[in-house]
């Protein structure tokens, strides 16, 4: 497994590229915008792209995943319904923040428990509240690696004051279901510089151990 951060619109998020070396099959995971700067880094790569992965319905994670998939022809899968709320108002929220936002449906709503699979590769799909409602984390275990979209951050967690948002649930996503996988997973975050959740259980002013004690 390889991946690429392709940081894109104004927020800087980390839309991210991953591939399966054995088979070169890629998925895109949060075309939030900037789509002809995605389409040149898939082109660079030299990757066969087969699918969308989103992990929540924030307009600069997904904002023109709908139009991305519809030019190159690929399935959508992701987040969890429950964040349906946020990709209805996709247009509006484009207006409000001037990034472009389209409205769309993915192909397949993902669940706690889910998989998804790129090439050879099998992530699991890890339901994780308070960001979103609908917020989802893929894991691949081999590879000890994550995406975690704004679920936690290098020394922060993700923002829990827009509507829907959890801050009991996103402290109990992150210490309930992304520890158990182990202090040596490395993740790529929504925003901002990747970090393992060893370190983040150690510095975390928010979910260290020493924070929850």
């Given at each position: 497994?390889?991946a690429a951060i392709l940081p894109v619109t104004p927020l800087q998020q980390n839309?991210?590229?991953?591939?399966?070396?054995?088979?070169?099959?890629?998925?895109?995971?949060?075309?939030?915008?900037?789509?002809?700067?995605?389409?040149?880094?898939?082109?660079?790569?030299?990757?066969?792209?087969?699918?969308?992965?989103?992990?929540?319905?924030?307009?600069?994670?997904?904002?023109?995943?709908?139009?991305?998939?519809?030019?190159?022809?690929?399935?959508?899968?992701?987040?969890?319904?429950?964040?349906?709320?946020?990709?209805?108002?996709?247009?509006?929220?484009?207006?409000?923040?001037?990034?472009?936002?389209?409205?769309?449906?993915?192909?397949?709503?993902?669940?706690?428990?889910?998989?998804?699979?790129?090439?050879?590769?099998?992530?699991?799909?890890?339901?994780?509240?308070?960001?979103?409602?609908?917020?989802?984390?893929?894991?691949?275990?081999?590879?000890?690696?994550?995406?975690?979209?704004?679920?936690?951050?290098?020394?922060?967690?993700?923002?829990?004051?827009?509507?829907?948002?959890?801050?009991?649930?996103?402290?109990?996503?992150?210490?309930?279901?992304?520890?158990?996988?182990?202090?040596?997973?490395?993740?790529?975050?929504?925003?901002?510089?990747?970090?393992?959740?060893?370190?983040?259980?150690?510095?975390?002013?928010?979910?260290?151990?020493?924070?929850?004690?």
């Open positions: 497994m390889r839309c991210s590229l991953i591939w399966c070396t054995a088979t070169n099959k890629a998925a895109i995971i949060d075309p939030g915008g900037d789509l002809d700067k995605l389409k040149a880094a898939i082109a660079k790569a030299g990757v066969d792209l087969e699918k969308i992965l989103i992990t929540h319905g924030h307009i600069d994670h997904c904002g023109e995943a709908g139009v991305l998939a519809k030019e190159l022809g690929l399935p959508i899968e992701g987040p969890h319904e429950d964040d349906r709320f946020w990709i209805a108002r996709l247009d509006e929220d484009g207006q409000r923040y001037g990034i472009n936002g389209s409205v769309f449906e993915p192909d397949r709503w993902l669940a706690d428990g889910d998989t998804v699979t790129v090439g050879d590769l099998t992530l699991d799909v890890v339901h994780c509240p308070g960001h979103t409602p609908g917020h989802v984390v893929f894991i691949h275990r081999p590879s000890k690696f994550a995406i975690v979209g704004d679920v936690l951050f290098q020394g922060s967690i993700g923002r829990t004051d827009f509507p829907m948002g959890n801050h009991q649930d996103l402290l109990d996503s992150i210490t309930q279901k992304l520890w158990p996988y182990g202090n040596d997973i490395t993740f790529i975050p929504g925003h901002g510089p990747t970090s393992t959740f060893g370190h983040e259980r150690q510095t975390n002013q928010f979910v260290s151990d020493a924070a929850l004690s």
